[in-house]
């Protein structure tokens, strides 16, 4: 059984760096060809796809905000690390991580999400 | 990229069938056959209902059915339900391999 679960702060100050930390269990990041993505969703509105790790640590960013993200992980502790730089009260959501399984273009299972506040 | 447009919001009775349109580009949708749809009740994390366009994960009522059309793609429930009341996101592959989300469809069963 898959499961997943974000955690890090619930409140970040302007311009400081958010560290979320996704936790798995029920498959490994070892397997080929299998990845685990980040998703964020502002109160109230739209889902918004953010960056995507690969089992091979090929790694994937929104273009948009490419140049605040970095996605690592640690295969040892089954857990995917987003960082997100010079954060902003618009950077206010709901973080997801999601399970991107082998030799697919969509997330199967999400973990329940954690909301990040972003407020001084 | 931009993010995929989807009606706002669509409503229809029970027993009837409603249909979600998602439109992208040949950038994305146009292009490849890697089209998922995902539910969203409130308050809860989003369910995928639909992959690779028409395919449906173990467990997902054959009430959903998907489509592709050129750059557009649809999520049709047929004999929609109350519970079927939810939000509704498409997503797909991108020529840059990355992945974009739809604006989201609020699903009304009146």
């Known amino acids: 059984q898959i499961t997943l679960k974000e955690s890090g702060p619930t409140l970040v100050k302007p311009t400081q760096t958010l560290t979320l930390t996704c936790t798995f269990s029920?498959?490994?990041?070892?397997?080929?060809?299998?990845?685990v993505g980040w998703i964020r969703q502002p109160p109230g509105k739209a889902l918004e796809w953010l960056a995507l790790?690969?089992?091979?640590?090929?790694?994937r960013y929104s273009p948009s905000l490419k140049s605040r993200l970095t996605i690592t992980k640690d295969t040892s502790k089954n857990q995917v690390v987003l960082t997100v730089t010079n954060m902003d009260p618009g950077d206010t959501a709901t973080y997801y991580c999601?399970?991107?399984?082998?030799?697919?273009?969509?997330?199967?299972?999400w973990g329940r999400g954690t909301l990040v506040t972003v407020s001084s | 990229q931009s993010a995929l447009t989807q009606p706002a919001s669509v409503s229809g009775s029970p027993g009837q069938s409603i249909t979600i349109s998602c439109t992208g580009t040949?950038?994305?949708?146009?292009?490849?056959?890697?089209v998922s749809w995902y539910q969203q009740h409130p308050g809860k994390a989003p369910k995928l209902m639909i992959y690779?366009?028409?395919y449906r994960p173990s467990g997902v009522s054959n009430r959903f059915s998907g489509s592709k059309s050129g750059n557009t793609a649809s999520l049709t429930i047929s004999g929609l339900q109350a519970e079927d009341e939810a939000d509704y996101y498409c997503?797909?592959?991108?020529?840059?391999?990355?992945?974009?989300f739809g604006t989201g469809t609020k699903v009304t069963v009146l």
């Open positions: 999601a399970h991107n399984p082998r030799n697919s273009w969509y997330f199967d299972l």
């Open positions: 029920g498959f490994s990041l070892s397997t080929s060809r299998v990845g």
């Open positions: 790790i690969y089992w091979d640590d090929d790694k």
């Open positions: 040949s950038s994305d949708v146009g292009t490849y056959n890697y």
């Open positions: 690779d366009v028409s």
């Open positions: 997503s797909s592959y991108t020529s840059s391999s990355t992945r974009v």
